[in-house]
């Protein structure tokens, strides 16, 4: 079995479960990180040959710091020398015994299930990166309205794992028609509630309904 098996485990878990993201804790070194674990999406060019997973690195203490590796069950797809330097890792020449044992290390930290250590400092960077996919300001964090997407088009994975991670009520009561998607804004003043948000959504889809009879 391959160090990294359970990367491939927390993948399908991922897919089954209609996530595009999920989140964990790492320490390597006395420095905490969040490690974010990313799909690809299937249209992605820049995806690396052989990458099963892109992971990103964060230090806790400032997530500005990060280091973005594409991943496979054997290895992080980067060079040992961006390794090291980001972990701090001195060159030695028994180096390659070293990088196993930094995988083997890893490797005890991935989950085998998705969700498994959401906190509220894993949602704000799994939120970030999410608005960031969807080329969407990180700062737009309050939701506002539900809307229907036209010509009959799905909601991104992305818009529908940030509005399940920050609003998961009004997920639950909307998130059955994949056409219908959330809008969110950097003013906290425009947030709505999840009875707002509903009650305006049915309003505007009556109103259209109506108009197409």
Known sequence: ???LENLRVLKKDME???????????????????????LYDEND?????????????LKKNDISDNLVAPANTMRLLITPQELRTYFGIEWSENLR?????????????????????RTKEIDVAMVESLSKSDSEDPRKLYCFSAKRNPNDGNRSPYNDNKTRILRPILYSKLSGDP???????????????????ISNFSSSHKLTASRKI
């Open 179 to 197: 056409q219908v998607s959330f809008n969110y804004s950097l003013e906290e003043s425009k947030k709505k509630s999840d009875s707002e948000i």
């Open 1 to 3: 079995m391959n160090v």
């Open 97 to 117: 015994d070293i990088l196993s044992q930094f995988y083997e290390y890893l490797s005890g930290f991935i989950p085998l299930s998705v969700g498994l250590h």
């Open 16 to 38: 089954s479960n209609g996530w595009v993201i999920d989140a964990f804790p790492f320490t390597f070194k006395a420095v905490d990180y969040i490690l974010l674990v990313k």
């Open 45 to 57: 060019a820049k995806r690396p040959e052989y990458a099963l997973l892109e992971l990103e690195f």
